[in-house]
């Protein structure tokens, strides 16, 4: 068979007896997402502030969505969309934090601006409230080429770090357990020297 008539695109595994995603990071586009989580008449309102978000972080410069909570899960009803909007600290993060100002209830997502953020960030979210561990979805997005290049805004970047510091905050209040506790604390910490 020629590999050039072989989609290469994985498709979102099936959920696992739970209710979850299998445990990691699985890639879909926006329109996948739309297909295997949009239905029904809150989930599809829902989509709708994630495809909203979605534009604004191509304009923005952001590399990438990560999807997390209930949203990506089999429930049927999801009180909001949790998850992380991972970009370059040249990115519009003033645009972002504008847009999620606007939309207090409903989107709660987190920033990370490194990959080790990222990457604490991916673990922290896969890990349900009742134990165990949930996998998340990825939406690369397709950035504007015009933030390649662009100097820091160094307003713009103590602004994010206050937001991840408040977003942290209020985790940390909520930690199911001590060690998430003490991450959680850790991570405060560092965002903090950040800004000094």
Not at 139 to 165: F, W
């Amino acid at each position: 068979m020629n590999d050039n008539f072989v989609s290469q695109s994985v498709p979102i595994p099936p959920f696992d007896s739970e209710g979850y995603l299998p445990v990691g990071v699985h890639p879909a586009t926006l329109a996948e997402v739309r297909a295997r989580f949009g239905g029904g008449s809150v989930r599809a309102r829902q989509f709708e502030e994630l495809d909203e978000l979605y534009r604004v972080c191509c304009i923005a410069g952001i590399d990438r969505m990560v999807l997390a909570g209930s949203f990506v899960s089999q429930k049927e009803q999801c009180a909001d969309l949790d998850g992380i909007l991972f970009g370059p600290e040249a990115a519009d993060w003033a645009l972002i934090l504008e847009h999620l100002a606007t939309r207090s209830e409903g989107l709660d997502f987190l920033i990370a601006t490194d990959a080790s953020m990222l990457r604490a960030l991916e673990e922290l979210f896969s890990r349900r409230k009742e134990g165990g561990r949930r996998g998340l979805i990825e939406i690369p997005t397709n950035k504007n080429t015009v933030m390649a290049g662009k100097a820091s805004n160094r307003p713009a970047c103590e602004r994010v770090l206050d937001y991840q510091i408040t977003k942290f905050q209020k985790l940390k209040k909520e930690a199911g357990t001590e060690m998430e506790g003490a991450a959680l604390a850790m991570a405060i910490g560092e965002l903090e020297k950040r800004k000094a």
